[in-house]
């Protein structure tokens, strides 16, 4: 199918050809002419897979094709549970939308309100926001969403995760009743399934992955290995295949920061995203990376939520998840829109049991590396944690009682250190 034939109009899709995009990926395929139908929908989509213009462009052709407004007035709301989704999601209404003469605005916590406020005053169409900030507008009344036709809740499951449904309640209770909602999540949990419920009006499904599967197009591989190895394996790894960008995932603030200072003493260019980083230096780093000034962006998985970085194509989860699900989604930052991405997990036996519930989740095994280059580590699950998880899936988060420390064979040579040196060198050299 091309994008011809989706009923959009010559403006977008002049927009869509400037991206150079050549056809429509699955979602769009689907939710496009659902969306131009006027229906509600309920998407399973990960991110990577093109879901934003998925709704986007739909939205700007039925905001287009009404009469223009003056002064403007907020016809499409998109929630996000992220400020980079959201200024992500904000400048593809401005691509797509450049040759149309709606307006987007963006808003989201951390800046300051004032300058929002101000652009507010301007008038706009479409309003793109994280719900805290929206909330703290509606109660200062500077913000009016009466006149609301189109409700998106993008990364609803993350949103979730991240104790927004109060929130998003109190959003939807001001909203008109009459309108279209469209709801976009990555996994479909009972929780989604119960607001999916509450919010959609006789939706249509729209799913282009299997439930909880990672697009196939990644290729994962775990390194088993111990925690003091890990950071040597992370320099040799980007220094031995010349790797230009990669996305690390670690789990503490601290971690980033600390991992970051280490990968920087190996002669690797970094950056660490986490929530203790003000707006400034996470875009600075963010646009740092996208530019390739930097090699490596450590992250957490909060700060990492809504990164669109084209074709991304190296991913390394530096510590495994709490939560399975997130696996899905880190991962989903690799192998984006039809490119072909890898994913490294470095796995302590601390953590294997952690791997046990993101193979489980995804039913399937993710090859071992048998030659680290480091010390054998044999992952094992105790029986207990097994028997735990099978009877608690969805609170396993955090709950998992720590695997037995397995000891390493400490046998096996060092094979790799030499060209740790090397890679070591050529990495102060970039
Ligand atoms: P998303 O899943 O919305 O985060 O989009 C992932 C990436 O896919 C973005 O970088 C988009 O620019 C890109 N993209 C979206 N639609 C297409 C398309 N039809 N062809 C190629 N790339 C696309």
Not at 13 to 23: C, N, P, S
Not at 208 to 221: C, G, K, Y
């Amino acid at each position: 199918m091309s994008f011809d034939q989706l009923n959009l109009s010559a403006p977008l899709l002049q927009a869509i050809t400037e991206q150079g995009y050549d056809k429509p990926t699955p979602v769009q395929e689907k939710a496009i002419p659902v969306i131009l139908e006027g229906k509600d929908i309920l998407a399973g989509a990960q991110t990577g897979t093109g879901k934003t213009a998925g709704f986007a462009l739909p939205l700007l052709e039925l905001l287009n094709n009404q009469a223009a407004k003056k002064p403007r007035t907020i016809r499409a709301l998109i929630l996000t549970p992220t400020r980079e989704l959201a200024a992500q999601v904000h400048e593809s209404f401005v691509t797509y939308g450049k040759h149309t003469s709606l307006f987007s605005v963006v808003v989201f916590g951390g800046v300051s309100i004032h300058s929002q406020i101000k652009r507010l005053q301007g008038g706009t169409d479409i309003l793109v926001a994280t719900p805290g900030r929206l909330l703290d507008l509606l109660y200062q009344k500077k913000i009016n969403l009466s006149q609301v036709q189109f409700f998106v809740l993008d990364e609803a499951d993350r949103m979730l995760d991240m104790g927004f449904i109060r929130d998003i309640k109190k959003v939807i209770d001001v909203l008109p009743k009459q309108r279209q909602n469209l709801l976009f999540s990555a996994t479909y949990s009972k929780e989604i399934k119960t607001l999916a419920s509450q919010l959609l009006n006789d939706p249509v499904e729209v799913a282009v992955a299997r439930e909880n599967t990672t697009a196939e197009r990644i290729s994962q591989r775990v390194y088993p290995i111990k925690k003091e190895n890990k950071r040597e394996l992370v320099s040799w790894l980007i220094g031995d295949g010349n790797w230009l960008q990669v996305l690390i995932f670690v789990r503490t603030k601290h971690g980033a920061d600390r991992l970051c200072r280490q990968l920087i003493n190996d002669g690797i260019r970094c950056a660490a995203l986490h929530g203790n980083k003000s707006q400034g230096a996470r875009t600075k780093a963010l646009a740092a990376f996208k530019e390739g000034k930097i090699t490596a962006l450590i992250a957490t998985d909060i700060a990492a939520r809504g990164l669109d970085i084209d074709q991304l194509p190296h991913v390394i989860n530096f510590d495994l998840p709490a939560v399975a699900e997130d696996y899905v989604h880190r991962i989903g930052r690799t192998g984006r829109a039809g490119a072909e991405g890898e994913a490294i997990s470095l796995v302590t036996q601390d953590e294997a049991h952690l791997l046990y519930e993101i193979e489980k989740l995804m039913n399937k095994q993710i090859p071992r590396v048998d030659d680290t280059g480091y010390e054998t580590v044999h992952l094992k699950v105790a029986k207990k944690t097994k028997a735990k998880s099978k009877t608690n899936l969805n609170t396993r988060k955090r709950t998992a009682s720590k695997g037995r420390r397995e000891s390493s064979d400490s046998s096996k040579q060092n094979s790799k250190h030499a060209n740790h040196q090397q890679a070591k060198s050529r990495n102060r050299n970039r």
